[in-house]
């Protein structure tokens, strides 16, 4: 057990020793690699520079009248929780999809779009089809759902409601206006 014990100690003091030469080699480079991703500011996306925003830029959108939130996560996903007010439109069936929403998404509204998260493409997929549809003030709320709830910012699905009732507040949901061109 000893001998066990010291091979773990050593291991760790080697990990520990060449952790800290990589660091300061990393520092110390002209190419040096960021110790926290930051995500750039925009992608280009069929020829369309697309601005990547995180929750809070995404919230301030949210009440102006001339934005619309589209999720491109699953549809059962959409169901369970989404950025109160927003429309689905999935990747896996956009041109079949795109007819019923396409009346509530007009040309000059921004449009932010959202998935799962950074590592998620989805809606990157589902901006290239909307460019090819004339889209072009589109943006990207790269950090996903997640962060949006997190923050405490409006949703609405059947998770949503859930929580809500649990709080002793009824079925009553937080509303906003709605974007223009939307009932």
Excluded at 117 to 138: H, N, Q, T, W
Excluded at 147 to 158: F, H, I, M, N
Aim: glycine share 8%; hydrophobic share 40%.
């Amino acid at each position: 057990m000893k001998k066990f014990a010291g091979l773990i100690i050593r291991s760790l003091a080697i990990a520990v020793v060449f952790g800290a030469v990589g660091l300061s080699v990393n520092m110390l480079s002209s190419k040096a690699l960021p110790l926290v991703y930051v995500p750039p500011p925009e992608m280009e996306i069929s020829g369309v520079k697309v601005p990547l925003v995180n929750e809070h830029t995404a919230r301030t959108y949210f009440d102006d009248g001339e934005t619309s939130f589209l999720d491109t996560r699953k549809p059962e996903d959409y169901s369970e929780s989404h950025v109160k007010g927003s429309l689905s439109l999935s990747p896996d069936d956009v041109t079949e999809a795109f007819p019923d929403v396409q009346p509530l998404l007009p040309l000059d509204n921004r449009i932010v779009l959202y998935c799962y998260g950074p590592e998620c493409d989805m809606a990157e997929r589902v901006a290239g089809f909307m460019i090819s549809m004339g889209y072009k003030k589109l943006v990207i709320m790269s950090a996903g759902l997640r962060p949006w709830e997190a923050a405490g910012y409006p949703v609405d699905g059947s998770r949503a409601r859930e929580r809500h009732q649990k709080q002793g507040h009824g079925a009553h949901v937080q509303d906003r206006k709605p974007a223009r061109g939307e009932n």
